[in-house]
């Protein structure tokens, strides 16, 4: 049996000192060395086989912090792992505190189409894994054919269409070989619910911008526009998952989602959650009250829809916990979880054919604060994010 575990970490905004990222936003070189050395303890917490990354700016800066990471870790291998000298040297206990370093790990990064000039800069994903990868990583992030989504009025005439080129932040798939299997992992980072404000050509920002001149329903207007692109880059990934799980390849996963767990664009991702039993629901093409689906239609159905279906690693774990504890995001007065470990059904609990399971399910979120309290200390440094991570057992592959 292989025991692997897989993490999402929103770094927020890593990117080298004096380099000016957003608008008059960049670090100071203490803020950064106070930044990495944060980054690289959290990573040394976790010791993640796979680490799904989002908002890296800077894939050097990155390694720095990695490289990091492997500085504390052997020190702390040095003065914590007694060696084969002591007779206790073979205690389980040292085996799990032993840190595995990431010198042979392999690191895919996805820089965004989108990074420009200093000051505006567009963050990219990246994963890191001790498995290594095979083939490619591959980067979604622009189509090759624009997704059109047309709409139609209550009474069936044509309503337009909504229409994306490309996807906000690009979205990065690899294929992870482990325990004789291979896994493919995506890692995304979808648009946030910031409003879209449209810019007249020429002007020097969006009017709804003025908060002076605050304008309510332009800006309602703009986050109805960063939902719907929130919804539609969902999509995208979903038909990038589907690909994968109808070749018959088990599936993970991570990222910020910009959403809680039932919000739309989180459900297209997953896939619709089956009712119980489709025998009472009347048939589509019913010609009388009575048509309904058969027991034989039942099977078949709960097997289209649960064959593509993704689950969530937070939520198996807390039926098995029996408690509900989990949060990534806090902010006015609102604790919620907008960073997903997602998985195919190959690794449910309850499906026959499980090549493996979740033990465990971890979330760092000691150094969340509600951004909206008087008191909420300065955490541009750290993260605005809590680092979650699933630990998996995998049946080994025979053949």
Known sequence: MTRFTIASFNVKNLIE?????????????????????????????????????QEIFSEAALRNVIIETDELGHAANAEAIPDKSKRYS????????????????????????????????????????????????EIIQELPIPLTI??????????GHYQIKRLSR??????????????????????????????????PFPPAADLVNYDPAERALGSLRSGLRRMAEAWVLRQAILAEIRQGNPVLVTGDFNDSENAVSSEIITGEAPFRNYAWLRRHDAETAR??????????????????????????????????MVFTS????????????????????????????????????????????????????????GQIMAHIALDEKIG
């Not at 047309?150 to 309503?159: A, R, V």
């Not at 690899?174 to 409003?195: A, E, I, Q, Y």
């Not at 027991?295 to 807390?318: C, H, P, R, T, W």
């Open 170 to 203: 690009p979205v990065l798939k690899v294929r992870v070989p482990m325990g004789g299997h291979v896994v493919t992992v995506f890692n995304c980072h979808l648009k946030s619910k910031l409003g879209e404000l449209p810019k007249p050509k020429g002007a």
């Open 17 to 53: 000192p004096d380099q000016e990222y957003y608008r008059f936003e960049k670090y100071t070189p203490e803020e950064y060395a106070w930044k990495q050395s944060w980054l690289a303890d959290q990573m040394l917490t976790m010791n993640a086989d796979i680490v799904c990354f």
């Open 291 to 324: 048509d309904r689906y058969s027991d034989a239609d039942n099977d078949i159905i709960q097997e289209a829809i649960g064959s593509v279906k993704l689950y969530s690693a937070e939520k198996l774990f807390v039926r098995k916990s029996l408690r509900d």
């Open 150 to 159: 047309p709409f139609s009025d209550l009474d069936g005439d044509d309503s």
């Open 330 to 385: 806090a902010f006015g007065g609102v604790f919620e979880s907008i960073d997903q470990v997602l998985m195919s059904r190959h690794f449910h609990p309850d499906y026959p054919g499980k090549i493996g399971e979740m033990e465990y399910f971890r979330v760092l979120n000691d150094h969340l604060t509600d951004g909206s309290h008087p008191d909420a200390p300065y955490n541009k440094l750290s993260s605005d994010h």
């Open 90 to 137: 073979r205690k389980a206990i040292f085996r799990k505190l032993a840190y595995e370093d990431y010198a042979e790990a392999s690191l895919a990064f996805a820089p965004n189409l989108f990074d420009g000039e200093p000051g505006r800069r567009r963050p990219g994903v990246a994963i890191l894994s001790r498995f290594g990868f095979v083939g490619e990583p």
